[in-house]
């Protein structure tokens, strides 16, 4: 069974950063973060792959990230973390750590998904 423990969110100014960490157990093929600001739909930040094993590969990266976020992990532990550079308001948003165990769940759509952490929210203010 999947479990995953997010954390890492906080309050910073704009060019501020923030580093995100997600440690996952079970099997995963697909791991990485979303987020949701206020009053818009769910959607992919960024996401890896590892086919079930224990490391994990870059994916997917959306749009607006830039350049300025990247994932990495620690092996040793299972972790994977979300750093965050430049941050701005726009950034705003619940950032939710997930995971998929199914086969074709590459790509950072929501619908290939299936597990979900609490989330941990991310404030970036002007």
């Known amino acids: 069974q999947v479990q995953l423990v997010e954390s890492g969110g906080g309050s910073v100014q704009a060019g501020g950063s923030l580093r995100l960490s997600c440690t996952a157990s079970g099997y995963i093929n697909c791991l990485g973060w979303f987020r949701q600001p206020p009053g818009k739909e769910r959607e992919g930040v960024a996401l890896?792959?590892?086919?079930?094993?224990?490391?994990?590969?870059?994916?997917y990266y959306a749009d607006f990230v830039e350049g300025r976020f990247t994932i990495s992990q620690d092996n040793a532990n299972d972790t994977l973390y979300l750093q965050m550079n430049s941050l701005k308001p726009e950034d705003t948003a619940m950032y939710y750590c997930a995971a998929s165990t199914r086969t074709y769940c590459r790509g950072g759509r929501v619908s290939s998904y299936n597990y979900w952490g609490q989330g941990t929210r991310v404030t970036v203010s002007s």
């Open positions: 890896s792959y590892s086919g079930g094993g224990r490391t994990y590969y870059a994916d």
